[in-house]
Each structure stands twice: as structure tokens, then as C-alpha cells.
């Protein structure tokens, strides 16, 4: 069997290192911190816990097959919705309560909202049996022609949206889901709008104590599997002989021998730093970015009435703050706002009589010393955004711990601080995204800026991709 490294011990990473060693191959894990789970990670003060990266779960049948027994709770939403006009919409997930909010939000666009729901569940179908099941240059052998008219190839989501609503409310829900994917729904591919056939299939979940306690899960795992994680262990260099990789060179000098080399890093990173490709490098540049995030975790005294485990708040000018982000490198002066608040399903999460509120917004992912707002000032102007909407937390607020995109440049070694390594523009965003085979023999790219694309039910397909793939390319031991 094959002598295998893997960069990185994000979930992507640390589901490609079990996957192998269940295979029988020798597995070695290097992380640069000094713990493992990447993005799924936390930040705990005075009692709040709060969640760094994923707050909710779907498809939680990829980490059951995995051998992960933790109990699930599912919120009494998928989200609540409200609309600049001070509308609400609150989405359950039986679709057939659905079409009914969204009738009463809206009279008439109920059935319409059955079409898109069913519309979305065949684009599913299609993503099932082609992007989540291999790489798209040579599509599994399950994949038909159809899939390809299934995800609406000539569509924007944004133009999806367009052909199922009438109301600008629905169409602005719909266009959320390229924020999945960091991206914006005027230049993302309609496939995005798969989405809500899983939240509305398979739902949404949580874990109490919080979802980093899947990453605890899945270390244990790996010790169970036999695999080696080596913590504060940066990995300085992909080493590579020829056409093939020979192994990694670790920031302390020591050379570790490999066949297999499993990059959960950065695509950017990996071809700019790791085994430079200026090709690649240029090519990835061209995609530009994902949007990176502004994170406010509040300490909010008191509970708040009525509050759901997720809530948007949405702009007044949806495509002026898609292009301020994405056309102008600024923060948006009227973002949408995301509210988590975990506290509402774990009384673990926050003391007693209060709440942990995380509060998101989208921001380009660029050095915030080059905004034309300060982050203290742009700060601010997000709470007061959040006092317009309905959520005034002044005198509740113990208080206000920021994180930007340079901090999650510095801690994951993301491009600019993108949450998901390139953004989706244009039909062919998918084809053109960095593959799971490197350019090298043995080489393979998983995580959230390589095929399929970001967020835990994605990195944990593309973790078994490259399972897949490296059993085809090493079926007989190395090679």
C-alpha cells in the first residue's frame, strides 16, 4: 500500500486521512496549529462559546457513514427570513409548509415556490450522480446527458430566481444561496439553487456543545484508524521528482517520504507557496476570490423572545452590496446580516440568562487596513444595521470580540481571508474551479477551495473523491 501525507487537518483533510487508512494505506496527518478541525473551530470566553465557522449540519448521513454516533438536534427552522420592508419569512422544513409561508408572505407565489422546490430537488438528483460523486472532467459512469439541462446551465441563480418569482422578496431568498459558496447570485450558476431540496429533504442540524464537537469526533477516529497527527507541524514544501511527488519537506527541515500527497490547504497556497505553478496560480487568480467574512461574537445579556437558532436580515439593495464586495473591494453600507444564536437549542453555549450571538456579514476578502471604513468604525455600523432590523442590543451587550479577514488569512492560510478559495462566476464556475488531481503523480487537492467546493457536507464528498481516486491510481500498492 501507499506511504500517504496529508496538509492539514481541517474536516476535509481529516476525513481524506480516515477514508485511506481504512484503505490500508500508511497515514500521516500534519497541522500547523494545535488542534485539528480548520474552520470548524470555536472562540469561548466568559462562559459564551461561539461557532468560528459552521453553525449548522446538513447531510448528516456523510459523517454517520463515518462512524460519528453523536446525538443530533434539529431546530424548529431551517431560518428565519426578514426582508427589508419589515416582512417575515420563516421557513420550516416540511416544503409543504413552506409553499404555505411563503404563500402568506406573498398570495399567489406558493405553487411557484413548489415549482423552484421541485425544480431544486431534480438539480440534486443531477449534482448526486455528478459533481458530489467524482471529478467533472470524467463524470462517473451513473451520470446521464440530462443532468447537464437538470442544473440549468444557461442560468444565473440570480435569472433562476427570476423564472420562478415575482415578488423581489423571493427572488432575494434565492440569491442567498450563493453566499453558500461565497459568492454573488447575479454571477453564480443556478446549480446553487440545490440547496433547499437538502435543507428541505434532509434538514438541518446541530450538536449540542457545539458543531466543533464533530471535529473532537473525528480525531478520535483517526487514532481508532491508525493514522499519525503530528500538531504545530507546518509543512513547508510539496517535494516533488519528475512527474511525481516524493513527498514533503516540514517547515523544521525534516524530508518525510510519501507516494501520496493530500493538499487540504488552499489551492492558492499550494501553487503559490507549497509546489509553485505560476500557470495554476494564474489561473485560480483569474477566478478571483470568495467572499471572507466580518464576525461579530457578542456576550448579549438577557434572552431574547422568540429567537431562532438562524436568522438573515437582508439589505435594501441586494446587488449594490454584491457589487461593493465584489466590484468595489468594500464593505457593504447596508450588508445583509447573519444571526446565529446556538444558545436558543444549548444552554451550554452562553450562562445562564444570556445568549452568544454570532453575527456575519460578507466582505471582500482583502487586508481590512485597505477598506475605506476601519473595522472598529464598520463595527459599528453592522450593530447599528442589526438595531434597524429589529435587534437593538444596546445595554444587553458584556461584549463585542471582532474577527476579519486577516485573521482568517493567518489561521488558515486563506487567500485574502476567503472563506471558500475561489468565487463561482460564469456557467462553466464549477470546470473551472482547481481539480482533486494535482498536476503531479500522487498528488490531490481536497477542502473548500477544490472540487466539489466549500462547507462541511462538501469538503467531506471531496474527501471521499479523493479516497476514490487514489484507490484507482494505487490499487496495487505504490506505483
Not at 500500500?1 to 481541517?10: F, L, P, R, Y
Not at 507546518?234 to 519528475?242: F, I, M, W
Not at 456576550?299 to 439593495?317: D, I, N
Amino acid at each position: 500500500m501507499a506511504e500517504v501525507t496529508v496538509i492539514g487537518g481541517g474536516v476535509g483533510g481529516m476525513v481524506c486521512a480516515l477514508l485511506l487508512a481504512r484503505q490500508g494505506h500508511e497515514t500521516r496527518l500534519y497541522e500547523q496549529s494545535a488542534r485539528l478541525g480548520g474552520k470548524l473551530a470555536e472562540h469561548r470566553r466568559d462562559g459564551f462559546a461561539f461557532s468560528l465557522g459552521p453553525s449548522l449540519l446538513t447531510m448528516p448521513e456523510l459523517f454517520r457513514e463515518l462512524g460519528l454516533e453523536r446525538e443530533l438536534v434539529e431546530p424548529e427552522l431551517l431560518c428565519r427570513y426578514r426582508f427589508a420592508d419589515g416582512t417575515v419569512l420563516d421557513a420550516p422544513r416540511d416544503p409543504e409548509r413552506m409553499a404555505a409561508e411563503v404563500e402568506r408572505l406573498a398570495p399567489g407565489e406558493g405553487r411557484n415556490w413548489r415549482a423552484f422546490h421541485g425544480w431544486a430537488r431534480g438539480c440534486l438528483r443531477a449534482a448526486n450522480r455528478t459533481v458530489f460523486a467524482g471529478p467533472l472532467i470524467r463524470p462517473p459512469g451513473g451520470a446521464r446527458l440530462s443532468d447537464l439541462l437538470a442544473v440549468a446551465p444557461a442560468r444565473t441563480l440570480d435569472g433562476l430566481a427570476r423564472r420562478y418569482f415575482r415578488d423581489a422578496r423571493l427572488r432575494q431568498y434565492t440569491g442567498r444561496y450563493a453566499t453558500y459558496a461565497g459568492s454573488s447570485p447575479y454571477r453564480a450558476p443556478a446549480a446553487l439553487g440545490c440547496v433547499p431540496a437538502l435543507e428541505h429533504g434532509q434538514g438541518v442540524w446541530y450538536t449540542r456543545g457545539g458543531l466543533a464537537r464533530l471535529a473532537d469526533d473525528l480525531a478520535l477516529l483517526l487514532k481508532t484508524a491508525g493514522v499519525q497527527v503530528f500538531l504545530s507541524e507546518p509543512v513547508a514544501a510539496v517535494e516533488a521528482g519528475g512527474s511525481r511527488v516524493t513527498g514533503v519537506r516540514l517547515a523544521s527541515g525534516e524530508r518525510v517520504r510519501s507516494d501520496v500527497v493530500v493538499a487540504n490547504t488552499d489551492a492558492a497556497a499550494l501553487y503559490g507557496r507549497l509546489l509553485p505553478d505560476r500557470r495554476r496560480l494564474r489561473r485560480i487568480a483569474r477566478l478571483g476570490p470568495s467572499s471572507s467574512a466580518l464576525l461579530l461574537l457578542a456576550g448579549v445579556e438577557g434572552r431574547t423572545p422568540g429567537l431562532p437558532h438562524h436568522s438573515v436580515l437582508f439589505s435594501a439593495g441586494y446587488e449594490r452590496e454584491f457589487a461593493d464586495i465584489f466590484d468595489r473591494g468594500s464593505p457593504p453600507r447596508d450588508p445583509t446580516i447573519y444571526v446565529g444564536c446556538s444558545a436558543v437549542d444549548d444552554p451550554s453555549q452562553a450562562p445562564p440568562g444570556a445568549e452568544n450571538w454570532t453575527v456575519l456579514v460578507n466582505v471582500p476578502a482583502r487586508d481590512p487596513g485597505r477598506w475605506p471604513i476601519g473595522v472598529e468604525a464598520y463595527r459599528d455600523l453592522v450593530l447599528e444595521r442589526l438595531a434597524e432590523r429589529g435587534h437593538d442590543l444596546a445595554g444587553r451587550l458584556r461584549f463585542v470580540d471582532v474577527l476579519t479577514p486577516a485573521d482568517l488569512r493567518e489561521r488558515h492560510g486563506s487567500w485574502g481571508g476567503a472563506i471558500y478559495g475561489s468565487a463561482y462566476r460564469g456557467r462553466l464556475a464549477p470546470f473551472l474551479r482547481p481539480g482533486n488531481r494535482g498536476p503531479r503523480r500522487g498528488l490531490y487537492l481536497v477542502g473548500g477551495s477544490a472540487h466539489p467546493g466549500g462547507g462541511l457536507p462538501m469538503v467531506a464528498l471531496g474527501a471521499r473523491i479523493v479516497a476514490g481516486l487514489v484507490a484507482q491510481d494505487f490499487h496495487g500498492g505504490t506505483r
